[in-house]
């Protein structure tokens, strides 16, 4: 989350830095054209993430299990973290940029992966719900970002290179506890044919109990699968089953960029001064976007559940006329 006090920081440091180097001030123009690359390369990084992130997925000479590969992933959270937080003592904007970019292959990754990942581990009446729930918790740390960044914190001139490297802490607190978890049980009995591993991954996850009802769910799950390749994204495109279910996806995901919440997430600073709000009032002010996010975020769901049990309810029980 870039923050109002981190924004203000930032913009010095690139124009201090630049004026020990060549021994002149950058132009306004030239500080708000780097920051404006310091925001974006965040988002060519995710895109280069969600882009590797399917070919991590299926092919297993690189990565053997899912798990593994979310753990690999999150080294370069660590170095991108790393990169930013030596970045002052370096004096260099360049790690900024560059450790923002792993920050964004990262993310891409993970929102693939980790979606994924909980999805296929989750038993499959609560599935809908656990996966829905990564969008609110990335609402949550949305909200946490705006939270460390207040003065009180780590907002401050001397600690936010810090501030810009606290995604290291969830990244090692994965690291510390994912290699306790087990593979997905799907995963272990679709692609590695392991029956056994998979119904002991089910008793870890879900506990102790008969899952055979589970386990012939995948099985048949696999019997429809079989003999057919794994499509590739032109495949997907010219594919006219999911046609509809594809341009349905592309209008929503193009949507939420046009909403202009990135705008306001990103430029903040910008949006609050142009409208009048204090300086000083800003990152308290900015605190509502996150509590705002996580309430529509929680009515969403709630709707969207309440829309699919009414579906759901027509489907199954038809009213006879």
């Given at each position: 989350m870039l923050h109002?006090?981190?924004?203000?920081?930032?913009?010095?440091?690139?124009?201090?830095t630049w004026r020990q180097r060549y021994g002149s001030s950058l132009e306004r123009e030239?500080?708000?054209?780097?920051?404006?690359?310091?925001?974006s390369v965040y988002s060519i990084g995710?895109?280069?993430?969600?882009l590797v992130g399917p070919a991590q997925i299926n092919f297993h000479k690189f990565f053997s299990f899912r798990k593994k590969t979310q753990l690999c992933n999150n080294l370069a959270a660590l170095l991108g973290a790393l990169l930013m937080a030596m970045s002052q003592t370096a004096r260099s904007f360049e790690m900024i940029i560059l450790g923002r970019?792993?920050?964004?292959?990262n993310a891409g990754v993970s929102l693939n992966l980790h979606t994924m990942y909980i999805g296929e581990c989750a038993p499959q009446k609560m599935r809908g719900m656990v996966t829905v729930s990564v969008s609110f918790f990335i609402a949550v740390g949305k909200l946490m970002g705006f939270l460390i960044g207040l003065r009180e914190f780590?907002?401050?001139?001397?600690?936010?290179?810090?501030?810009m490297s606290f995604s290291a802490i969830p990244a090692l607190i994965q690291l510390?506890?994912?290699p306790f978890f087990p593979d997905s049980p799907r995963y272990l009995l679709l692609d590695k044919s392991d029956k056994d591993g998979s119904l002991k991954a089910m008793q870890q996850l879900w506990g102790p109990g008969d899952h055979s009802t589970e386990i012939k769910e995948i099985l048949k799950e696999k019997m429809t699968m079989e003999g057919q390749q794994i499509k590739g994204m032109k495949d997907l495109f010219v594919d006219h089953s999911v046609r509809w279910q594809l341009i349905m996806m592309g209008l929503i995901c193009g949507g939420m960029q046009f909403i202009g919440i990135n705008a306001v997430y990103f430029y903040a600073y910008?949006?609050?001064?142009?409208a009048g709000i204090p300086d000083s009032q800003t990152p308290y002010v900015a605190l509502g976007i996150g509590l705002s996010d996580i309430f529509a975020t929680l009515l969403c769901v709630s709707i969207c559940h309440c829309v699919l049990l009414v579906f759901a309810s027509m489907y199954f029980f038809p009213c006879n006329k």
């Open positions: 109002t006090i981190f924004v203000i920081n930032v913009l010095s440091f690139i124009n201090s030239s500080v708000l054209l780097l920051w404006s690359f310091i925001v995710g895109l280069l993430g969600s970019l792993l920050y964004g292959i780590m907002g401050s001139e001397e600690l936010w290179p810090y501030l510390a506890t994912l910008n949006v609050f001064r142009s």
